[in-house]
């Protein structure tokens, strides 16, 4: 069964083919990035103008890619962002409705679930999930039949939400948690000691918005305004350059970030593990890109499965992927379907 996905929930507009939800027969992602860089984050309705400009090239490219008949089209109903998930919505169901074929709404979350067991078809439930983006930051129990658990949250920010605000603070360019992925390893994480959140009620649940707020403390009692302004004036600099507009006392603090954004996370990976008794751990989403956490988290005695990073990130395939099993349930949608901004997976 050949499944044609749409992804537009936030800033990359996504159309892919999957086969029987394991094989991928093409994908094609058209990014925001450079709309939204001069912002230095999502601008909803920019993202929303340009899904409408991407959508029928993008879908156009993945079915010549595929070039096999489609039998139902899937959509990520939401999470997300309103104006952009309407964009996908709206064409899929024009597209069903034009071919007569199934439409099958998917749950952005659940979708980062299933890009780990496209590639990883061994994985077994139940198991522990933590998806971590620019917009989620959520661990699951993950049980057969759509079964999911939510065990905690972040409260406010989520991590890479909070690497791209700290990376614009810094003065350098968005997507900014990549940029700070790669200059970590230059510096000393022991060398800054940062508050963590104490959460009432559920004391696993995340806060990230604190330590987003010690960095902008940091800056202002080191008087950083020229050194930051000297970093934003550089134009797509390459690693080096980077590096060499970053002194140490910033690399330590950078590394200090990271490595107590990464003990975050997986302190309650190893506390969930633990106590549900749960050996196999999924880790995706586009913060499951990070190298220092990939290393981290192998350190780890669970099986762990990342997705590779091209499905790290939002993409089609993932949402085809989930939306097979969907189908084979029965789970299908009317011309009635309606974006879901806040959408619960559990």
Partial sequence: ?????????????????????????????????????????????????????????????????????IDAVAVTQGPGLVGSLLVGITFAKAFAMARGIPLIPVNHLEGHIHAVLLEHPETELPALALIV????????????NFRYELLSRTRDDAAGEAYDKVAKLLGYAYPGGPILDQLAPFGNPKAVKFTRAKMSGNSLDLSFSGIKTAVLRWTEARDMQAEVAARRALVRPTLAELRAATPQPTLDLIASFQATIIDELLSRVRVFAEDLDLTNVII??????????RAAARRLPYDISFPTPKLSTDNAAMIAAAAYPR????????????????FSLA
Avoid: W
Wanted: aromatic fraction near 4%; charge should be negative.
């Fill in 1 to 69: 069964m050949n499944i044609l996905g749409l992804e537009s929930s936030c800033d990359e507009t996504a159309a892919a083919v999957v086969s029987d939800g394991r094989q991928v027969l093409s994908s094609v992602v058209a990014s925001q990035v450079e709309t939204h860089e001069r912002y230095g984050g999502v601008v909803p309705e920019l993202a929303s103008r340009e899904h409408l400009r991407a959508i029928v090239p993008v879908v156009d490219q993945a079915l010549a890619q595929a070039n096999v008949p």
């Fill in 133 to 144: 983006s620019g917009g989620h930051t959520h661990f699951y129990r993950c049980e057969a």
């Fill in 284 to 293: 995706s989403g586009g913060v499951a890109c990070n190298a220092g956490l």
């Fill in 327 to 342: 189908f084979l349930a029965g789970h299908t949608a009317g011309p009635d379907l309606r974006p879901k901004a806040n």
